[in-house]
């Protein structure tokens, strides 16, 4: 959430910036808002201070005559003020909700360095990795290989739930499990406290990482225990410190985490209906920071070399795609997505992105720290970034490990997680 103290001081530039995002927000109807709540606060101050200045009276009165005849006159007029201040406190709190519930819709700022763009068309590539590993020969679709070595099977899953769910079959649940446990031993290896959140998380939850209430429709929910299936653990970790104050000493606070992930991809229709890439159901490894701000863009590029190490690990050609304004997702401030390469489809696709959020997520959760020997506290930054989709890692595997003779090679890396070393 931004800060409206910002946005007053940076009218001007904060709508520019939010207009380079393609978002239309009005922020000098926020500010006026909030001029209205400062108005009512003024006023109800200037009250209580009445208040305080009647009570002492009847006190200095009740101490020289208790039966003076102005005690009673004092009294009523002191409870006038106190049904004033009531009303006011009222329409304060209205005000203060309606400002808060408005900018819980309002995306994020850009970083001053990201690219101004219009569309993904602007997003800039930063570089690229693996070009020797692609294959030189045609390859099979995912789905095709996968559902001919029987290790896929769609059919029976829509059968189970309905479209854009899978069902892994043998060597493919091995295959999962063996990125799952891969994932979380090397990030552990890198730093990373690995942590198993809850699958489930409250509304509280989902606002605080930027979810709710804009994204509702992206999200499955048991409405009778206001739950709902995580999309991403980004959503549990980030919240496991919400309303707390941590010391700076603790910070960075690096975890990875797995989780199932589900999404409706109510805005998807139409778009990767067959495969792996976009399902209602896939697995995931999540890196989660929290860091100081100072160290905020340090940590984010170390961030994007952890996610980048695992395909380094795997050998699958990849590149950096650095988002441009009109790209970014609504917490982003800055965002890297890494995007493998598909020989099949003959195109790059993303299998990471990994997000700075600045104090925007803090804000939401209240995430805070302390320094010692400072008065005060601050809001923390937050980063997150996929470590990595399993579901399109298996992909990439699929078809940049396929061989002419229809068998698919397995990572060097994935075979002490593995019971073979081929398909």
């Not at 009523?76 to 408005?102: D, G, M, S, Y």
């Not at 304004?325 to 995007?339: H, I, P, S, V």
């Not at 720290?369 to 923390?380: D, N, V």
């Amino acid at each position: 959430m931004l800060d409206i103290k910002v946005i007053r001081q940076n009218l001007e530039e904060c709508q520019t910036a939010l207009r380079h995002r393609g978002d239309n927000t009005d922020l000098a109807a926020l500010v006026a808002l909030d001029d209205q709540r400062r108005q009512l606060e003024q006023q109800r101050s200037a009250l209580e201070a009445e208040a305080n200045e009647v009570q002492k009276q009847v006190g200095k009165l009740k101490q020289s005559d208790p039966h003076h005849p102005d005690i009673d006159h004092l009294k009523q007029k002191a409870n006038q003020i106190k049904e004033k201040i009531a009303a006011l406190v009222t329409a304060e709190e209205a005000v203060r909700q309606q400002l808060h519930q408005q900018l819980l819709t309002v995306p994020n700022l850009p970083h001053p360095s990201t690219p101004i763009g219009s569309s993904e068309a602007d997003n800039r590539v930063v570089r690229t990795w693996g070009e020797e590993y692609k294959p030189r020969h045609p390859v099979l679709p995912h789905w095709e290989i996968g559902e001919k070595l029987g290790i896929l099977n769609f059919e029976r899953a829509v059968k189970v739930a309905q479209t854009r769910f899978v069902n892994l079959v043998g060597a493919g649940a091995q295959l999962e499990r063996a990125l799952i446990n891969f994932m979380l031993a090397e990030h552990s290896r890198r730093g990373y406290q690995e942590v198993m959140p809850p699958f489930l998380v409250n509304s509280q939850s989902l606002q605080g990482t930027g979810q709710l209430p804009k994204f509702a429709s992206d999200a499955f929910r048991c409405q009778e225990d206001d739950l709902w299936l995580v999309p991403t653990a980004e959503v549990p970790v980030t919240n496991l410190y919400r309303d707390e104050i941590l010391d700076s000493s603790q910070l960075p606070i690096k975890h990875c985490a797995y989780t199932p992930c589900f999404r409706r991809e109510a805005g998807s229709y139409g778009r990767d209906t067959r495969g792996l890439i976009r399902l209602h159901q896939f697995n995931k490894v999540e890196l989660v920071k929290f860091v100081l701000p100072s160290e905020s863009e340090q940590e984010h590029e170390s961030l994007v070399q952890d996610a980048e190490h695992i395909l380094q690990l795997l050998k699958l050609p990849y590149r950096v795609v650095e988002l441009c304004t009109a790209d970014l997702g609504f917490a982003a401030r800055k965002c890297y997505d890494l995007e493998v390469w598909l020989p099949a489809a003959g195109q790059y696709r993303e299998i990471s992105s990994c997000s700075n959020f600045g104090d925007f997520q803090a804000r939401r959760a209240n995430l805070r720290y302390k320094t010692k020997g400072k008065k005060g506290t601050e809001f923390l930054h937050t980063l997150n970034g996929s470590g990595l989709a399993i579901g399109r890692t298996m992909c990439a595997i699929l078809e940049n490990y396929q061989q002419p003779d229809g068998r698919v090679l397995m990572p060097t890396v994935l075979h002490p997680f593995l019971g073979y070393t081929a398909l």
